[in-house]
């Protein structure tokens, strides 16, 4: 069994299978997630796991280089998208709809329980070097 780390056997494998760029969306429990991507589901009710729960353990597992996320969480959801700006200094926005259609770039969704709007990041993985 493992000791630390991602405990979903899930993330853990498409986690070690990551390569530099390689795409991973965190989502709220809305957002359309396209046919062909994998998806994850965290969610085990509105607001459980939240997006910053599931983020702080995602970033604990993950070089990121740069996000995205929609330029309507600037004035839809303060909240999330001032923690995005004090975790992150490379930041790329774009309109929602060019948001939903990146998010079938990625290597894997995951939905958490998150139920405020926009509340949908994109992770750039990084390197360990």
């Known amino acids: 069994m493992k000791k630390?780390?991602?405990?979903?056997s899930h993330l853990a494998k498409i986690f070690a299978d990551l390569g530099h760029t390689d795409r991973v969306v965190i989502a709220d429990c809305g957002l359309p997630i396209p046919d062909g991507v994998k998806r994850v589901d965290l969610s085990l009710r509105i607001g459980e796991p939240s997006?910053?729960?599931?983020?702080?353990?995602?970033?604990?597992?993950?070089?990121?280089?740069r996000i995205?996320?929609?330029?309507?969480?600037?004035?839809?959801?303060?909240?999330?998208?001032?923690?995005l700006k004090e975790r992150y200094?490379?930041?790329d926005m774009c309109s929602h709809e060019d948001f939903k259609?990146?998010?079938?770039?990625?290597?894997?969704?995951?939905?958490?329980?998150?139920?405020?709007p926009y509340a949908n990041v994109i992770l750039h993985a990084g390197v360990i070097f």
């Not at 630390?4 to 979903?8: A, F, H, K, M």
């Not at 997006?51 to 702080?56: A, G, K, M, S, T």
Request: hydrophobic share 45%.
């Open 68 to 83: 995205t996320i929609a330029e309507e969480i600037l004035t839809h959801n303060s909240t999330i998208a001032d923690s």
């Open 101 to 116: 259609r990146e998010v079938a770039k990625a290597k894997v969704v995951i939905r958490t329980g998150e139920a405020t």
């Open 4 to 8: 630390q780390g991602i405990l979903n």
């Open 51 to 65: 997006f910053l729960e599931v983020l702080d353990v995602v970033e604990s597992d993950l070089v990121v280089e």
């Open 89 to 91: 200094t490379s930041i």
